[in-house]
Nanobody
Framework: QVQVVESGGGLVQAGGSLRLSCTASGLTFDDYTMGWFRQAPGKEREGVSCISWSGSTYYEDSVKGRFTISRDNAKNTLYLQMNSLKPEDTAMYYC??????????????????WGQGTQVTVSS
């Protein structure tokens, strides 16, 4: 019954911006850490960013200074603002929810609920 739905992906030129959104239902949204993962062809899924219920944030090194994660608990919605996009950001981006927050790394197994993914493609 828990549903996690991403939107906002698309094709953008290098240097451009996109904002991803994720809406979660069927859970108490403000009790969960929410995160964004991505997976490029031939690569393992990696954590991009996550945010705790209280607003503490974590960013993978390659996106620091370019991406900003935020959440609106009243709307059960998670956002990822992606600026200065690079071709290496091209991936399927997944929204996920989990019961705890880590400030040093994101692990797939910490997140029990996953969206279907939204494709981000950055052209050279």
């Amino acid at each position: 019954q828990v549903q996690v739905v991403e939107s906002g992906g698309g094709l953008v030129q290098a240097g451009g911006s996109l904002r991803l959104s994720c809406t979660a239902s069927g859970l108490t949204f403000d009790d969960y850490t929410m995160g964004w993962f991505r997976q490029a062809p031939g690569k393992e899924r990696e954590g991009v960013s996550c945010i705790s219920w209280s607003g503490s944030t974590y960013y993978e090194d390659s996106v620091k200074g370019r991406f900003t994660i935020s959440r609106d608990n009243a709307k059960n919605t998670l956002y990822l603002q992606m600026n200065s996009l690079k071709p290496e950001d091209t991936a399927m981006y997944y929204c996920a929810a989990g019961p705890l927050y880590r400030d040093y790394k994101m692990f797939n197994y910490d997140f029990g609920y996953w969206g279907q993914g939204t494709q981000v493609t950055v052209s050279s």
